[in-house]
């Protein structure tokens, strides 16, 4: 069995839906998947603005805008569905789903308080919208077919907004509503990203959880793939906005995914590797655009490792912009054990993740987004000394398993960047990044210089392909 995971815009516009319906049936012909499916393209994000807005009791606005997703929704309909009986039943599946996120807005905006709990009540709706319209669509076309609300699998803590699955209970809803109507031929459709608390109140598993829940139902199930369908070839070996040359890796680590997961590329959710990892389930990033392209297999398996390897030294190279370089100097950290931790306390107090990391006897320097410190936090680190910060910077990170055995990779990252201005430097600790900063302004400049170093001679070597849109 697989797990057949689809993004916003593969389920964004009534044509993309028929073809990843397309994709589900010739998944068929091999076996019968579970599909799970995010909200359509843009529809989260109008959720969360309706939210906003009935929190701000600006009643009107989220009124318009809910209008806005229920027409969205009846129009996808329209498109999709020729029998007038069913077009008529799931419209009224649709607007009752509507008229809840009225009420919603309403009770929110009586009340005066948007919580977290109300939040995710909110941002749900997109995922019950597109798997009520996708599983229908697949029922007219007589496919044997059956729409499952994943709340009643996936059970979570009550952490609002970042909801963590109780494995045990989740495992066994599986095993009890999901295993056998896949056993039966039954192509099973459900919903991404949301769970409910064993009370049946509504969670979400953060932005991009879609992936997340995609992973943890095909370890629960023990599937042997778990497919995450995107609008791109795989895993590029660079972002191709900044690297128009970029292609698509074939195959890559688990170690190396969840690096360039937590470096900044925007294929993968993090949490998404942990449940394939656990169970060794194959994890396949491929394009419902392009579904013959062969996409990215990320897999720990020896065989298929070894039989895509290649002389390289680097998978790929990530970029995070909107950065900050925060500077601490000061003579007390010279032979003084305990500073870092009161240090790193300081951002932990004020929920800032810090990015990367460089340090000397007397001083430290992290990069840190630069839309998550304030001025207190900046203040009382100024109790440590002398504090100074460089903005409009960005952090690259060159990653590959094959780094951590590898004599000279840095002699040839720094001499292809011999033109770029290096504000900051940080080996990884996994031993398979090394990562700097740069003015944003040099990004593309450095980006496209690696790219050429490690990447020109490769082609042809089995482990990269070039993007289908480019053939």
Known sequence: MAVMKFGGTSVGTARAIQQAISIVVREQEKTVPLVVLSACSGITNKLVRIADAAGCSHLDEAVALAGEVRSFHLALLDELIKSSALKKDIALKIEALADRLEMLIKGVDIVGELTERSRDMFCSFGELFSTTVFAAVMKEQGHNVAW??????????????????INDVCEENVSRIISPLLQQGTVVVTQGYIGAT???????????????????????????????????????????????????????????????????????????????????????????????????????????????????????????????????RSNRMFGRHGFMNELFGIFARYGVSVEMISTSEVSVSLTVDETSFSDELIHDLESFGEVDREHNVATISV??????????????????????????????????????????????TAVNNLHREFFSGWQNEGIFETPAGSR
């Not at 499952?148 to 952490?159: H, L």
């Not at 070839?233 to 688990?254: K, N, Q």
């Open 399 to 444: 990653v590959g398993d094959n780094l951590r055995m590898s004599r000279g990779v840095a002699g040839r990252i720094f001499s292809a960047l011999k033109d770029v201005n290096l504000r900051m430097i940080s080996q990884g600790a996994s031993e398979i990044n090394v990562g700097f900063v740069v003015e944003e302004a040099e990004v593309v």
């Open 198 to 328: 064993k009370d049946g109140r509504t969670t979400t598993l953060g932005r991009g959880g879609s992936d997340f829940s995609a992973a943890l139902l095909g370890a629960w199930l023990n599937d042997n793939a778990i497919q995450i369908w995107t609008d791109v070839d795989g895993v590029m070996t660079c972002d191709p906005r900044l690297v128009p040359e970029a292609r698509s890796i074939r195959v890559m680590t688990f170690s190396e995914a969840a690096e360039l997961a937590y470096l900044g590329a925007k294929v993968l959710h993090p949490d998404t590797i942990a449940p394939a990892v656990l169970k060794n389930i194959p994890v396949y990033v491929l394009n419902s655009l392009h579904p013959d392209a062969k996409g990215t297999i990320i897999t720990n398996d020896p065989e298929r490792l070894s039989g895509m390897s290649y002389g390289g030294l680097v998978k790929s190279i990530a970029v995070k912009k909107g950065q900050c370089i925060i500077n601490v």
């Open 148 to 165: 499952i609300d994943v709340r009643t699998v996936m059970i979570t803590d009550d952490n609002f907004g970042f909801a963590r699955p």
